[in-house]
């Protein structure tokens, strides 16, 4: 509800802006699939989508660097001719024919002059105009009366708390751009802690909320798929393998056995069937990406082609170049 309250004001404050242009919020994350590990400490991810303002147009360029494994884009803003659109209806400049002394007189700045570094849209100061929407939308909400709202740092996100003296809710909004009509992204989340401003890396965040969704409708009331995921999630953590690793391993394994078989009965069975599965690809070296290369998941998941036809992506693949690395995760274990 609170996500919806701030689509309503945002296309408020941004419908004559050259700002992006904001569509509604799309949960992702654990929180959403339903089993965050550390119930405590939930963090709720929304994605939230961002088409090109009148005038520009978004071409995603594929990055040079690290593509033996997942990708990593760039989101280049051009100007786009408006002399001829219904857009010159609304006192709208073209940006390309128009004297750049009367653009500036009598119309706001380009997303290029605004949000971009060079001709690429940049991820922090994005990430800075979001906390600037946020903290002047709050007061307009109605859900300012009854909650209290905390920003936190973040670099390529806008996270913040909202608090009400006895429940509390942490909020990160992650922002990006669809691929096509497909589940995938381009988005702010990175994927290692120093990652370029101007890089997006692509994002299987909704596709996987969607696979967790499709099990969910599809599997018995008594199901405990998702209690096996978050007790193997929080049984490993501190240890070295991460939690998106667990949750790749449960998606192998619910493509594979019947939602029958994930029953109360069963809870044992499959924990087991996790362990053994995390043994095999630490000692094989190798562990799938679920999304990319997978031309097996249920109707309704949409992927570009580039992703469905890609080969399989190895998560593990730094455990084949590092002998040391594969020892320490096989002790770990």
């Not at 990708?71 to 209806?89: A, K």
Request: hydrophobic content about 40%; overall charge positive.
């Amino acid at each position: 509800n609170l996500m919806e309250h701030f689509a309503i004001y945002f296309r408020r404050v941004l419908s004559n802006s050259f700002y992006p242009v904001l569509q509604g919020a799309i949960g992702v994350g654990s929180a959403f699939e339903g089993w965050s590990p550390r119930e405590q400490d939930v963090v709720y991810q929304v994605l939230i989508p961002m088409t090109p303002p009148r005038g520009h147009s978004f071409h995603l360029e594929l990055g040079t660097a690290g593509q033996r494994r997942l990708r990593n884009f760039h989101i280049r803003v051009q100007q786009e001719c408006t002399c001829m659109s219904e857009q010159q209806g609304e006192n709208m400049l073209c940006f390309l024919h128009h004297p750049e002394e009367e653009q500036r007189r009598h119309q706001d700045p380009s997303l290029l002059h605004t949000l971009c570094t060079g001709s690429y849209l940049d991820v922090q100061k994005t990430a800075r105009w979001f906390y600037q929407l946020v903290r002047a939308i709050w007061p307009a909400l109605l859900e300012s009366h009854y909650w209290h709202l905390v920003l936190l740092p973040s670099r390529r996100s806008c996270q913040f708390k909202v608090t009400n003296g006895r429940e509390s809710y942490r909020i990160e909004m992650l922002f990006g751009v669809r691929q096509g009509n497909s589940d995938v992204f381009v988005s702010s989340q990175p994927r290692q802690a120093h990652t370029s401003s101007t890089i997006w890396p692509e994002s299987y965040a909704v596709a996987e909320m969607k696979f967790f969704r499709y099990i969910a409708r599809r599997a018995p009331p008594d199901s405990l798929h998702l209690k096996c995921l978050q007790f193997f999630t929080r049984l490993q953590l501190g240890l070295g393998f991460s939690t998106y690793t667990i949750k790749t391993i449960v998606m192998h394994l619910l493509s594979i056995l019947p939602v029958s078989q994930w029953r109360r009965r069963h809870f044992v069975r499959r924990l087991m069937d996790i362990s053994e599965s995390l043994r095999t690809c630490v000692e094989m070296r190798r562990l799938n990406h679920f999304i990319v290369g997978n031309q097996r998941l249920p109707e309704g998941i949409r992927l570009p082609p580039e992703v469905l036809m890609a080969r399989s992506c190895n998560l593990f693949h730094d455990l084949v170049m590092d002998p040391v690395a594969h020892s320490q995760a096989m002790n770990q274990y």
